[in-house]
């Protein structure tokens, strides 16, 4: 009975320029959009030494978005990943692994550092 009207698409030309995507996000603190990568900040992470705080800082606000840390241990674990580049499927899976776990178990290990310290520096006022 109906008729049906089928619309095809293809899906665009095939891409052959690769333009970095901007991606904007809403600033917690004053909801202002940011363009997520002219805003990311490094800083060293003042409770624990050698660690770098990596996040997202408002240029409006200076509210500070917390992203992720980057220690010695991941940036070793990034330059191994490097190296198995051109190298076997498996390899690379194996590579990406070990990555994932070791940043990870990074994150948690300073997420608790920092945690422990705010712990501590927070009795003995009394
Ligand atoms: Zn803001």
């Known amino acids: 009975m109906g008729l049906l009207r089928k619309l ?3 899906a665009g ?3 052959k320029q690769q333009k970095p995507t901007k991606v904007v996000v809403s600033c917690p603190g004053c909801k ?8 990311i900040r490094q800083r060293p992470l003042a409770q624990v030494d050698g660690v770098t705080e ?8 200076r509210h500070w978005t917390h992203s ?4 010695a241990e991941i940036k070793r674990a990034r330059a191994e990943l490097e190296t198995v580049k051109g190298g076997t ?9 070990t990555f994932a ?8 290990r300073v997420a608790g550092l920092v945690a422990s ?7 003995g006022a009394g």
């Open 101 to 108: 776990i070791i940043y990870k178990g990074e994150q948690e």
């Open 32 to 39: 202002r959009s940011i363009k997520l990568e002219r805003c």
């Open 68 to 71: 992720f840390y980057e220690t």
């Open 117 to 123: 310290m705010v712990e501590s520096g927070r009795d």
């Open 54 to 61: 990596v996040g997202i800082e408002c240029p409006a606000c």
């Open 89 to 97: 499927l498996e390899a690379i899976a194996a590579a990406k692994e």
């Open 13 to 15: 030309p095939q891409g």
């Open 8 to 10: 095809k698409r293809q």
